[in-house]
């Protein structure tokens, strides 16, 4: 009969194996690893609707949350020196994923894809911001009619994405007439 036993130090599950069964004692000594996750409304968007950039390529300067264009501008983030974001979050550094809810009009032929793409930056002490780096892309597929969407970025729940500043940009793969419309934008932050 082989005995096999593994232990692991405090505070974390102590797993004996012992004849293929398993006995894990849990104490407040030697908890089960839990991994806290709360998500939050961020952002809200319910002025006047506005149309997504026209591109093939993803670039930071595609119409942000906001109906914005200005690729200086962040949405997301912490304000350091001369450099703030529409929505100040303090602890940004906790941001695992973004959700975002928008609704998309729809008349005629509006049927094109509309991409989102969330970029991410860091800031210098003084406020001095890095170039924007592409960290997820996520496309809902053209209808016709009024539907809306939804955006997961990054698809996959990893770690903590670390930036310190967040910008969220829209673009249309194709023109059409009339081109498509997004309104009531909601952007999540799940943490963790």
Request: charged share 15%; proline share 8%.
């Amino acid at each position: 009969m082989n005995i096999h036993k593994l232990h692991i130090p405090a505070p974390y599950i102590h797993p004996v194996f012992t004849d293929g069964s398993i006995d894990t004692p849990v104490s407040i000594d030697a908890p089960f690893p839990v991994i806290v996750r709360d998500a939050r409304s961020v952002a809200a968007n319910n002025t006047a609707p506005f149309v997504p950039a026209l591109g093939l390529m993803n670039i930071p300067n595609h119409t942000d949350i906001f109906g914005n264009t200005d690729s200086s501008r962040a949405n997301i983030g912490i304000a350091v020196g001369n450099t703030s974001a529409d929505v100040v979050v303090p602890d940004v550094w906790r941001i695992r994923r973004f959700i975002i809810l928008c609704n998309r009009s729809g008349s005629g032929t509006t049927n094109v894809n509309i991409h989102c793409v969330l970029w991410g930056r860091l800031l210098a002490p003084n406020g001095t911001p890095t170039v924007w780096r592409q960290v997820a892309t996520a496309a809902e597929g053209g209808s016709i009619e009024e539907i809306p969407l939804r955006f997961v970025l990054p698809s996959s729940l990893t770690g903590a994405l670390g930036y310190d500043q967040y910008r969220i940009t829209f673009r249309r793969e194709q023109n059409s007439d009339p081109a498509p419309e997004l309104s009531l934008v909601r952007v999540y932050a799940e943490l963790g």
